[in-house]
Every structure is written in structure tokens, then in C-alpha cells.
């Protein structure tokens, strides 16, 4: 059975940084595309960030260059350095295993507020 569990969430002010985890089991993981999304309240969830078993890594537009997606295969974990963080950044954030989409984990909340 496949599982995912988020975590490193957390409230920061606007400017800070978190770490985001997230370790998986179950999954062929070292062969898949893992991604980070996130879910705003009232909002579609959206991707964030994805790496690619090769270790190419993709960001929406309104995350580059702030936040950084890395994976660890001997740990099965994928993480989300968020730096110089922005209240719009505010959302639950999910990884996915891009070979097994219909597979979400709890999410972790992150607000950025003052």
C-alpha cells in the first residue's frame, strides 16, 4: 500500500523559510517523478515543484527562485526548501508520486502571516 506523510509545516512570518518532508512507502520510488503541490483555501490545488528520477527539477513561476525541490532515493523522501516566503504562499502542501497519482498523504498546513 502506497503511503506519503508530509510534514515540516508550520506558521512563519513573511520572509522566513520552512523545510518540507515527505517520505513515502510502497512506491518504486527511486524510479518516479515526485512532486510538491499545494491546495489554498477556495483554491485548486497547484503544482509547486517536481524532480524527475534523473534529479531535473521544474517550479511554477510564482515559486522560482525561492523555493528548492530535492529527493534522497536511500530514504525514499522527497523535501521543499521554502526561502523568503510570502503570505500567498499560504496552503496545505501535498507530494505525489508522479507514477501514482491517485495517491495523496495528509498534507502539511504552512501559513506565512505577521
Known amino acids: 500500500q502506497v503511503q506519503l506523510a508530509e510534514s515540516g509545516g508550520g506558521l512563519v512570518q513573511p520572509g522566513g523559510s520552512l523545510r518540507l518532508s515527505c517520505v513515502v512507502s510502497?512506491?518504486?520510488?527511486?524510479?518516479?517523478?515526485m512532486a510538491w503541490y499545494r491546495q489554498a483555501s477556495g483554491k485548486q490545488r497547484e503544482l509547486v515543484a517536481s524532480i524527475s528520477s534523473g534529479g531535473s527539477r521544474s517550479y511554477a513561476n510564482s515559486v522560482k527562485g525561492r523555493f528548492t525541490i530535492s529527493r534522497d532515493n536511500a530514504k525514499k523522501t522527497v523535501s521543499l526548501q521554502m526561502n523568503s516566503l510570502k503570505p500567498e504562499d499560504t496552503a496545505v502542501y501535498y507530494c505525489?508520486?508522479?507514477?501514482?497519482?491517485?495517491?495523496w498523504g495528509q498534507g502539511t498546513q504552512v501559513t506565512v502571516s505577521s
Open positions: 505525489r508520486d508522479e507514477l501514482l497519482p491517485n495517491y
Open positions: 510502497g512506491s518504486i520510488f527511486r524510479f518516479s517523478t
